[in-house]
Antibody, heavy 112, light 110 residues
């Protein structure tokens, strides 16, 4: 069974940092590209970042470019998102997804 | 950026009756391999999105054949032949030709 389990979400102050993780099982993680997608409260879906299977290609949405860093560890079947200089606009549920399969998400709240 | 526009914003449906929703992209989603990078997702209340259709009209594993996708270029349609109570939620179209962008969603309620 394919499973993606996000963790690391928390309530933080504006300007602070947070690192999200996504643990993957049930498929050959090292063979697949993977993304972070977020959903602000009562809003639609927003793609955040993409990383190819070997980490050779990485893309970011303009809204997070320069502040967020995506990475992966294929030996640990894990995906990460380092988020710096957080603002209230970053408040959302963050999902890791292959676009076929999605985790249940982890909530990031940014508030003073 | 490719902009995805979904209509209607909301849809009130009757169980057993058909439903249809539209998605338009700001440019053609036909890729260099001759495939069209258009996906449909359903997000049920309190759940993550689930993939329904990929490449316009191919149902994902386990998806009911009551769902069908059609269209080409910039205009796409998702149809539900006979709506069931379990189909309520927000339907999103998504393109992956240039990065990823989602439509604003169509909320289906009974």
């Amino acid at each position: 069974e394919v499973q993606l389990v996000e963790s690391g979400g928390a309530l933080v102050r504006p300007g602070e940092s947070l690192r999200l993780s996504c643990a993957v099982s049930g498929f050959t993680f090292s063979s697949y590209s993977i993304n972070w997608v977020r959903q602000a409260p009562e809003k639609g879906l927003e793609w955040v970042s993409y990383i190819s299977s070997s980490s050779s290609t990485i893309h970011y949405a303009n809204s997070v470019k320069g502040r967020f860093t995506i990475s992966r560890d294929n030996d640990k079947n894990s995906l990460y998102l380092q988020m710096n200089s957080l603002t209230p606009d970053d408040t959302a549920i963050y999902y890791c997804t292959t676009m076929d399969y999605w985790g249940h998400g982890t909530l990031v709240s940014v508030s003073s | 950026e490719i902009v995805m526009t979904q209509t209607p914003l909301s849809l009130s449906v009757t169980p057993g009756h058909p439903a249809s929703m539209s998605c338009k992209s700001s440019q053609s989603l036909l890729n260099k391999d001759g495939k069209t990078s258009l996906y449909w997702y359903l997000q049920k209340p309190g759940q993550p999105p689930q993939l329904l259709m990929y490449e316009v009209s191919t149902r994902f594993s386990g998806v009911s054949d009551r769902f069908s996708g059609s269209g080409s270029g910039t205009d796409f349609t998702l149809k539900i032949s006979r709506v069931q109570a379990e189909d309520v939620g927000v339907y999103y179209c998504m393109q992956s030709l240039q990065f990823i962008t989602f439509g604003g969603g169509t909320k289906v309620e009974i």
